[in-house]
């Protein structure tokens, strides 16, 4: 599932390919929206807030997508489309006048509301160590909140802190030697936080270190839990554990991240 890092890195991409530049052609094939036309309006900028992509039109319009399981984005140059295959699944065609297209393929999410209006998409959020507004005492505070609730399902939750995935949750939670189920009462929430944040900095700007946890890149070593379950850990060599099914799984170290 992507993150708020893979969002991160999508709006660089998109960025590059669009702002800046005038939209020959702006459909929205939902059917909220499937009258609105974006022809003819700037491409201003993108931005994102966790795992939410925020893409603002001249005129104050503002188009929030999410890419949730199956969602994608694909740019093609000039006289060029998506493949027919893909094309009963595209919800979003941005096509600018100077030939580049953008195309949402598979977005669950696809709303257009008032630039001035986003918080009413995106306003429920915690902060976002991606975002030049990161307040750390903020999470820290609402993770804090719940003293009862397991630390995994605590930082999990967007309204906490927006961003950290199932993947980034189980890293952080083995790096910190800390067992998914523990109460966050009992972990020291701002350290917790700080790695958090710098890891997921760390992977939204170092192409070469994307999603990597272990700093090993090779398959099936890029990650120290996500994923190995029946394996073992790659720290003690104990067999680890996983709970649940994909996306939302989760995975410990019982050695490493002793419930105690």
Not at 90 to 99: N, Y
Not at 136 to 151: F, L, S
Not at 209 to 219: A, F, I, K, N
């Amino acid at each position: 599932m992507p993150e708020g890092d893979s969002v991160f890195r999508l709006a660089i991409r998109l960025r590059a390919a669009l702002d800046g530049r005038e939209l020959a052609a702006g459909e929205l094939r939902v059917p909220r929206h499937g009258g609105a036309d974006l022809a003819g309006r700037q491409v201003l900028e993108h931005a994102t807030h966790g795992k939410h992509l925020l893409q603002r039109f001249s005129g104050g319009l503002t188009l929030r997508t999410h890419l949730r399981l199956d969602g994608s984005w694909t740019i093609t140059r000039e006289n060029r489309a998506v493949p027919r295959r893909m094309q009963p699944d595209v919800r979003v065609r941005l096509a600018t006048t100077t030939g580049t297209t953008a195309w949402g393929v598979s977005l669950p999410i696809v709303e257009l509301v008032e630039t001035r209006d986003e918080a009413s998409v995106v306003g429920f959020l915690g902060p976002d160590p991606l975002r030049s507004d990161w307040d750390a005492g903020e999470a820290v505070r609402r993770i804090g909140a719940d003293c009862g609730r397991a630390v995994l399902e605590a930082i999990r939750d967007q309204r906490n802190l927006a961003g950290l995935g199932n993947l980034w949750v189980n890293e952080v939670c083995f790096l910190r030697g800390v067992h998914p189920d523990r109460p966050v009462g009992d972990v020291d929430v701002p350290r917790l936080v700080r790695l958090a944040a710098r890891m997921l900095q760390h992977s939204a700007t170092h192409p070469d270190s994307y999603q990597v946890t272990t700093g090993d890149r090779r398959r099936g070593s890029s990650h120290w839990v996500v994923g190995r379950a029946g394996r073992p850990c790659l720290r003690c060599g104990t067999t680890v554990v996983g709970r649940g099914l994909h996306p939302g799984r989760t995975y410990w170290c019982p050695h490493c991240q002793p419930l105690g």
